[in-house]
């Protein structure tokens, strides 16, 4: 069984960072792409970044510059270095992964959700 686990959110001030991590951990053959979505309250869920198996990377427009996505391998985790945070920033974020077991069967998977609140 497949499980993700999201770390690193909390409360900062505006200008502030902070780097949200995401372990993967089972029967894991392959992570093909890792993004990470957010949520604010009221609004509809938003792709954050994306980071695909061979390093290649898109940001929404609103964070372009500020936030960085990363992957380790062999450790099965992914990364987003939170930069220059801003108030709008706040939201629940989210990791999601695409993984192929060993049983080579490829599924999409959610973590459970951090905080992340910016206060001005």
């Known amino acids: 069984q497949v499980q993700l686990v999201e770390s690193g959110g909390g409360l900062v001030q505006a200008g502030g960072s902070l780097r949200l991590s995401c372990a993967a951990s089972?029967?894991?053959?392959?992570?093909?792409?890792m993004g990470w979505y957010r949520q604010a309250p009221g609004k509809q869920r938003e792709l954050v970044a994306v980071?695909?198996?061979?390093?290649?990377?898109n940001y929404a427009d609103s964070v372009k510059g500020r936030f960085t996505i990363a992957r380790d391998n062999a450790k099965n985790t992914g990364y987003l270095q939170m930069n220059s945070l801003k108030p709008e920033d706040t939201a629940v974020y989210y990791c999601?992964?695409?993984?192929?077991?060993?049983?080579?069967?490829?599924?999409?998977?959610w973590g459970q959700g951090t905080q992340v609140t910016v206060s001005s």
């Open positions: 999601n992964a695409d993984i192929t077991t060993n049983k080579l069967v490829s599924t999409r998977y």
């Open positions: 980071i695909r198996s061979g390093g290649s990377t």
């Open positions: 089972g029967s894991i053959f392959r992570i093909n792409i």
